[in-house]
């Protein structure tokens, strides 16, 4: 369980109520996308609205468009990014050119980068880096060896143990331990038919292929033992929905109970080893799992469980390495799990891996250029026009009684909005970078990480930190600290455009705003206070009204089939199916309020102003994907696929139906009655 992960199983957002100025009315420059922002020429007119709306909106550009070889999906999401990392090149390059104007850091950033792309030196120095690495491996001669190894930065673990804000009270941090990762998704391993068995066949060659080229002996047999270790520990795992439910992953324990539940495990050394055993508390989250898995160490062999150590070193860091390994790696994870047909160019690869090392140094940068200060200023005055418009909502509920009301208005108000970027960055000065070894520039990296988080551990939680970049393309809410952030990159047409029609900015970045916001009020947020704190403040005559909503809404969604013979999974997909359907409601009542302010919308190029909302809501979401990818996102992501964030979230919305007429014999049509309507 990362902590960002658990974080986000408690949701936020916005403030007061504010006047949101017309925006595009007395802009002087045209929108980035058609005449009033969204691009119609994506539409598919044959398409009606009432029959697939999705479809009726990019249904042409679904159409004409190819996904990119080198990418698993295609889209406005998709082009941002690759944007953003054209931005960000332009940042490195300039740091080339121009050393002296970034200082140190951009020496750090410039250094980092080199030894990615010094591809000749990487095959040059061939698998020599790996060796203190596996040699450590090698000299485990008992468990004890093997679970300071588990709690060790770099190698692979049944346990993941790590810090968090404390579930009891957030402005400090507590420790929890939970399930490790595996080679594959959980589900992988255990699925039956034919799809399966060919990813399960795929990866013993190679888990086969790795260890042959790091020049292991018996590679095939090892592999085999390998992945039936794997096997073993993914039948006892918690599945991704099962991950969701936080009252059972909030099982705070004392080193003397975690050893009462796991006895295998020597917990008192592998948190030191971690340097987290100070915690009064540990959250033994994926409790059961961990049970099992401590008997699972017990039971196999200590060969099998270094030759897995070695295997995961050598896979996990395969890109490090020559080009055989990381063409390996390329050819399992990216091209049979994903469909991806090309690797990506290189310095686009390049410009993830400085993201996610040195992400907060190119950030600040990277907002002193691309980011207008005018861009935060219309954002908070959105922000808080969608917190009106959830205010609104929630006093006028028929569901919930006053209790209810009371306290969740009184989280609303707490909600903090965070737009654009930090208001201090990260200080990377500390992390020794090496021009000339990349595979010991990511293990100080993930050390660097590892000593803010022992840093900060002691301390009371800074609720100024931020779990994504500001050129990161997405937003998220955290309930722990029951705020909502939106990074610089993602305030982009077509989600945000200061020159686009009015209708189009609230369809489009407002309903993220609600989703956001209405992740404070899903089924995973609802559990959370004002502060953060895991609290109930729900009578149970409104927990159960919630309940029976959102087990209908769950329902709706378990009903969809996006591949033939794949469900989505309305379990998994709840709260972010919750803030889709919270978020477009008190989008559509904050451009209300908007348009009581400025006057009726007029009709632009044939279409109203409702109309023009819900176009860009769905533009939105355009987005193409590869069949293997889509279904490892819906085996494992709590995301529906994006069509049906569209048209699975508008049946149930009235004004919908009322902005293109859409009538009984339209296959989206829901009668009245069976409209979920929670927030």
């Known amino acids: 369980m990362k902590i960002k992960t658990l974080a986000r199983l408690m949701a936020g957002a916005a403030l007061v109520v504010g006047v949101v100025p017309a925006l595009a009315q007395t802009a002087p420059n045209p929108p980035r996308y058609g005449s009033f922002g969204v691009d119609t020429t994506a539409q598919k007119p044959g398409v009606k609205p009432g029959d697939d709306f999705w479809t009726h909106a990019n249904g042409g550009w679904a159409d004409k468009v190819q996904i990119a070889p080198d990418r698993a999906s295609a889209g406005f999401g998709t082009q941002l990014t690759l944007e953003a990392e054209a931005n960000v090149r332009g940042i490195l390059d300039d740091m080339a050119k121009n050393p002296g104007a970034y200082g140190a850091t951009g020496k750090q950033v410039g250094d980092f980068y080199a030894s990615w792309m010094d591809e000749a030196g990487i095959e040059a120095r061939g698998t020599a880096p790996l060796k203190p690495y596996l040699d450590r491996i090698a000299g485990v001669n008992d ?4 679970q300071v190894l588990f709690a060790s930065i770099g190698y692979a673990t049944p346990v993941d143990m790590e810090i968090i804000p404390d579930l009891a009270d957030p402005t400090r941090y507590t420790a929890v331990v939970s399930q490790g990762s595996l080679g594959m998704p959980r589900d992988y391993y255990l699925l039956e038919g034919e799809k399966y068995d060919a990813f399960r066949t795929a990866y013993r060659a190679y888990v086969t292929k790795i260890q042959e080229l790091a020049g292991f002996s018996d590679a095939a047999a090892k592999a085999d033992a390998i992945i039936a270790l794997e096997t073993a520990i993914a039948k006892e795992q918690w599945s991704p929905e099962e991950n969701r439910d936080i009252a059972r992953i909030n099982d705070p324990q004392s080193i003397a109970g975690l050893e009462a539940k796991a006895p295998e495990f020597d917990w008192a050394l592998m948190l030191k080893t971690v340097g987290i055993d100070k915690a009064p508390t540990i959250i033994m989250a994926n409790n059961t799992a961990l049970t099992e898995t401590g008997k699972i160490m017990a039971a196999t062999p200590l060969a099998t469980w270094k030759d897995y150590l070695a295997y995961r070193f050598v896979s996990d860091n395969a890109g490090f390495l020559p080009k055989a390994f990381d063409d390996a790696r390329f050819d399992f994870y990216s091209r049979t799990l994903n469909g991806v047909q090309v690797k990506r160019d290189r310095w686009k690869r390049g410009i993830q891996l400085v993201n996610g090392a040195l992400g907060e140094a190119v950030g600040a940068i990277y907002v002193a250029k691309y980011f207008p200060p005018a861009a935060a200023q219309q954002m908070g005055e959105l922000i ?33 909005p965070r737009i654009g970027h930090p208001v201090k960055y990260v200080d990377y000065s500390s992390m020794k970078v090496d021009r000339g070894d990349i595979l010991a520039n990511a293990m100080a990296s993930a050390h660097f990480q590892h000593q803010l988080q022992l840093q900060r551990f002691p301390k009371p939680v800074d609720r100024s930190l931020w779990s994504m970049t500001p050129q990161t393309v997405n937003a998220y809410y955290s309930g722990l600290s029951n705020q909502i952030t939106f990074p610089a990159a993602i305030l982009q047409p077509p989600y945000f455009d200061p020159n686009a029609d009015p209708a189009v900015n609230y369809g489009a970045i407002g309903a993220i705003i609600g989703h956001e916001m209405g992740h404070g009020f899903d089924d995973q947020g609802s559990q959370f206070g004002p502060t953060g704190k895991f609290e109930n403040w729900w009578t149970d005559a409104s ?16 009903a969809y089939e996006p591949i033939p013979g794949t469900r989505i999974n309305g379990k998994l997909t709840l709260g972010e199916n919750i803030g889709d359907l919270g978020g477009i409601e008190a989008a559509y009542g904050a451009y209300q309020m908007h348009q009581a302010q400025h006057g009726k919308a007029k009709v632009i190029d044939g279409l109203t102003g ?27 992501d709590p995301h529906s696929p994006a069509k049906f964030r569209v048209n699975g979230i508008v049946r149930n919305v009235d004004a919908w139906y009322k902005a293109f007429n859409i009538q009984p014999s339209d296959a989206l049509y829901l009668a009245p009655e069976k409209r979920v309507r929670i927030w």
């Open 610 to 636: 409702d109309q023009r909302f819900f176009l860009a809501y769905a533009q939105a979401w355009q987005a193409k994907v590869r069949e293997n990818a889509q279904l490892q996102q819906l085996k494992t």
């Open 384 to 416: 808080e026009n969608l917190r009106g418009a959830y205010e609104q909502r929630i006093k006028g509920s028929t569901w919930m009684d006053a209790a209810t009301k009371t306290a969740a208005l009184a989280k609303l108000k707490a909600f903090e």
């Open 543 to 558: 927990k159960a009204a919630f309940k029976e909503r959102t087990s209908a809404l769950a329902a709706q969604y378990d």
């Open 143 to 146: 468990l004890a060896g093997l």
